[in-house]
């Protein structure tokens, strides 16, 4: 009987000392909400998407449109933001119609959208992007990835008078910044 007792009360034991670590598990947990809530929104930390650090000048983009027109942009170029999109990536499609409402919302907006060449499946992302923004098709080691650096799609970089001056993982949104993770 003593060693039933025992046995009884070493369950109970444990059972409380379960309890009182779940309870500071869900503490911890709650803090942990409380401090990822706190968090700056990503707009004022945004996640470049370029190697191309801000306030690089680039000086002037030249590139063939897929409708063919000759396209540049420079020093005198106010604000433009080039898009790379890549058709195979996930994270592209789901920003494909912010790029396009975001072209749609500001048609003073001046915006390029660079498709990565990927074994002719551009075509679809091609066909729903001509008809708001320019488009050009190159390769990775085309010559806009590799003047922006791009790390990965999708990437968002803005120029203000030939300088870059944000990168981003994000579609831009409308607003005073120019790239911002609030719309993705």
Same mark, same amino acid.
């Given at each position: 009987?003593f060693f039933?007792?025992?046995?009884?009360?070493? &369950?109970?034991?444990?059972? /409380?000392?379960?309890?009182?670590?779940?309870?500071? &598990?869900?503490?911890?947990?709650? !803090?942990?909400? $409380? /401090?990822? +809530? +706190?968090?700056?929104?990503?707009?004022e930390e945004?996640?470049?998407?370029?190697?191309?650090?801000?306030?690089t000048?680039v000086g =002037?983009l030249?590139?063939?449109?897929?409708?063919?027109? @000759?396209?540049?942009?420079?020093a005198?170029t106010?604000?433009?933001?080039?898009?790379?999109?890549?058709p195979d990536?996930?994270?592209c499609?789901?920003?494909l119609?912010? /790029?396009?409402?975001y072209a749609?919302?500001?048609?003073?907006?001046?915006?390029?959208a660079?498709v990565? =060449? @990927?074994?002719?499946? $551009? =075509? =679809?992302?091609v066909?729903?992007? +001509?008809?708001?923004?320019?488009?050009?098709? !190159?390769?990775?080691e085309g010559p806009?990835?590799? /003047?922006?650096?791009? !790390?990965g799609t999708?990437?968002? &970089?803005?120029? +203000?008078?030939?300088?870059?001056?944000?990168t981003?993982?994000f579609?831009?949104?409308?607003?005073?910044?120019?790239?911002s993770?609030?719309?993705g």
């Amino acid at each position: 009987m003593f060693f039933v007792v025992v046995a009884v009360v070493l &369950v109970g034991a444990l059972g /409380l000392v379960n309890l009182l670590l779940s309870i500071g &598990v869900v503490r911890r947990l709650r !803090q942990h909400t $409380e /401090l990822l +809530e +706190e968090r700056p929104s990503s707009t004022e930390e945004d996640v470049p998407a370029s190697a191309v650090s801000v306030g690089t000048p680039v000086g =002037e983009l030249r590139a063939t449109s897929t409708r063919g027109a @000759e396209l540049s942009f420079g020093a005198d170029t106010d604000r433009l933001v080039v898009a790379f999109l890549s058709p195979d990536c996930s994270p592209c499609r789901k920003r494909l119609p912010l /790029l396009l409402d975001y072209a749609a919302r500001h048609p003073d907006a001046r915006v390029l959208a660079v498709v990565v =060449e @990927e074994d002719g499946t $551009e =075509e =679809e992302m091609v066909d729903r992007l +001509e008809p708001a923004v320019p488009v050009v098709v !190159q390769p990775w080691e085309g010559p806009l990835p590799r /003047l922006f650096d791009i !790390q990965g799609t999708p990437a968002f &970089v803005t120029l +203000e008078n030939g300088v870059v001056t944000a990168t981003s993982l994000f579609a831009p949104r409308a607003g005073g910044a120019a790239l911002s993770t609030a719309a993705g």
